[in-house]
């Protein structure tokens, strides 16, 4: 019960601290933007050649839709770093969580609160705002995602993934060095999977392995891959199985999808890290 | 544990890493006692009154708060505590924190209401509970981390240097809540650095030093009792052991002082003089101040 109430707290710290008012006014304006500029970059593109086939006007209305779901998870990063890291860390550092703690509220209580509170505002996000975007898409180019669902669930989950390691450091470390540390994790696991794209083409065994290892340390390069798979058509699929090892490379190309265990493995991960987090808080001294 | 019994420490001790905050504390506080903890700073009266809190774990000893082991769920149930640095989430309003505050102490929603009601009336804030605590001046602050504690009319209450930031008036409401919380029964632990605060409310006092209790008693039994000093226009051994039943008698030139005098009997006393043939021309009663005792005990230490 009390998570609950920890949770309502965080929804509105959420709201009163505009939050959710900016999240909004950003989406809006991200859709309207992208929607023109997608407009704009789809007609310089193929407004002079009719004769683009429709296979390859797929291939480029899905190769866009990745881009700006790209730079849309950059948002959805540093969102889940700028909520979770000092969901904990700023009330420690306020002095804030004594009174509240002596209450029968126990410091799991409060950590999962806080998980929960922000993932009822980060879901919705990137769910709605994510889907707005595949709406765009397939307004202004005719583009038609083979598995929106399961591309938005991957988003939501990178979401969720970062989110949860931003509130576990912001258990021990304060709010701008876990937030800091947390967006850092994001980018050299991404990073690391581009050079694992590489190591495949270069057959390097090593990149390989240390972009497997670096997926699992931190899952969100991997579920970002697995919705940049779910956006790709079929078409492309299958020819870039059947020749183009060179495309593992492309970071905005996915051959092919995670193995369940990888997903298994991502879902274990956000709970062993809220687990984490939970244990962190109860052994710190406030 | 006996019932009347509302708080006991048991050679509670509380290190941090190297560092020792609290170290072989004992004392108990009765139902309807209130308990005083003097000391320098850092002598752990703040540690001593988290650890009762629940919010840090001892390092050694144990604890009981109504016979329930210190951080018990139950027990924190019905605590009030106002922490010395009274810090609410800014972006809530007053009446929101007393919400929070009273839904997480398991207070039904309608008798939350009515409580928060009640609270905000006993502390002054009705009129600006509804505006955010980010706008509230310090002692307003204070007084709603007051209302907090004060909520649900907890068994025990915990007050950490309650009124640092109000002014006289608001110190002396303070001191009426405290007595009122007495008054129905519950405990209270008041940490102050204000003597004068802590002699006019407590019952009990223990005085902290380095983590241990160095003296507890009442703010009578620490500064001794009070004096009788009889001045006489002759001091003759006449007066002298007519006076001796009262307490010790010591000459002083023309004065005689007759330490730990009962002071329901200084009439008596002047009539015994009176009686023995002395010709009293001046009357006194002393006694030490808390400030000059708490001073000794701490042999100088500073605060």
Redesign the interface.
């Known amino acids: 019960m009390n998570v609950l109430v920890v949770a309502a707290l965080t929804l509105l710290e959420l709201t009163r601290r505009r939050v959710l008012v900016v999240l909004v006014t950003i989406t809006l304006v991200t859709v309207a933007l992208s929607g023109w500029g997608l407009s704009a970059l789809w007609h310089a593109s193929f407004g002079a050649h009719a004769a683009a086939s429709p296979g390859e006007m797929r291939l480029a209305g899905s190769q866009e839709l990745v881009l700006f779901l790209f730079m849309f998870s950059g948002v959805v990063v540093l969102t889940a770093v700028a909520a979770g890291a000092p969901a904990v860390a700023a009330e420690v550092e306020a002095g804030t969580l004594p009174a509240f703690l002596a209450r029968p509220l126990g410091r799991w209580e409060v950590v999962l609160g806080k998980w929960l509170g922000l993932a009822a505002v980060l879901v919705p996000y990137i769910a709605a705002t994510g889907a707005l975007e595949l709406w765009v898409v397939l307004r202004v180019v005719g583009y038609r995602a083979p598995a929106p669902a399961a591309a938005l669930a991957a988003l939501v989950a990178e979401g969720l993934a970062v989110m949860s390691l931003a509130l576990l450091l912001g258990t021990r470390l304060s709010a701008m060095a876990a937030g800091v540390v947390a967006a850092a994790a994001f980018f050299v696991s991404w990073a690391a999977g581009v050079t694992g794209g590489v190591g495949e083409v270069l057959h390097n065994r090593d990149l390989v392995v240390g972009a497997t290892v670096a997926k699992l340390v931190m899952p969100s390069d991997g579920l970002w891959r697995s919705a940049v798979y779910h956006l790709e058509p079929p078409l492309a699929l299958a020819a870039a199985t059947r020749t183009a090892t060179g495309l593992a490379a492309d970071p905005f190309f996915v051959a092919s999808d995670q193995p369940l265990a990888f997903y298994l493995w991502a879902a274990a991960w956000i709970a062993a890290v809220v687990a984490l987090a939970v244990w962190s808080f109860r052994r710190r001294e406030l | 544990m006996p019932a009347e019994i509302a708080i006991r420490a048991e050679h509670l001790s509380k290190r941090?890493g190297a560092r020792s905050a609290l170290d072989d504390l004992t004392f108990e506080v009765r139902r309807g006692e209130v308990f005083g903890l003097l000391g320098p700073n850092g002598a752990g009266k703040t540690t001593a009154v988290?650890l009762l809190?629940?919010?840090?774990e001892p390092s050694g000893g144990a604890g009981w708060v109504l016979g329930l082991p210190l951080g018990d769920?139950?027990a924190?149930?019905r605590?009030g505590?106002?922490?010395e640095?009274?810090?609410?989430?800014p972006?809530?309003t007053g009446r929101?924190v007393l919400w929070?505050?009273a839904?997480?102490?398991?207070i039904a929603v309608r008798a939350g209401r009515r409580e928060i009601a009640r609270v905000l009336a006993e502390v002054g804030l009705e009129a600006r509970a509804d505006e955010r605590v980010g706008r509230y001046s310090k002692g307003m602050q204070q007084r709603l981390?007051l209302a907090?504690a004060l909520l649900g009319e907890p068994d025990v209450v915990?007050l950490d240097e309650p009124t640092s930031a109000l002014d006289p008036v608001g110190r002396r409401e303070v001191r009426e809540h405290v007595r009122e919380i007495r008054a129905r029964g519950a405990a209270v632990i008041l940490n102050s650095h204000l003597l004068s605060e802590v002699e006019r409310v407590c019952d009990r006092v223990a005085v902290v030093r380095a983590g241990r209790v160095v003296a507890q008693g009442t703010v009578d039994e620490l500064c001794g009792r009070p004096g009788l000093r009889i001045r006489l226009e002759r001091p003759d051994d006449a007066v002298r052991t007519a006076l001796e039943p009262f307490g010790t008698v010591r000459a002083d030139g023309e004065w005689l002082d007759v330490d730990a005098a009962d002071p329901a009997r200084i009439a008596d006393a002047v009539a015994a003089a009176v009686a023995a043939g002395g010709r009293v021309v001046g009357v006194e009663t002393r006694r030490g101040t808390l400030e000059d005792r708490l001073l000794e005990l701490l042999g100088g230490q500073g605060g």
Not at chain 2, 53 to 56: D, M, S, V
Not at chain 2, 85 to 89: D, E, I, K, S, V
Not at chain 2, 103 to 106: D, T, V, Y
């Open positions: 941090y988290r809190a629940g919010l840090t769920r139950e924190r149930r605590i505590y106002m922490p640095l009274f810090r609410h989430p972006w809530l929101e929070a505050h839904r997480l102490a398991g981390a907090a915990l």
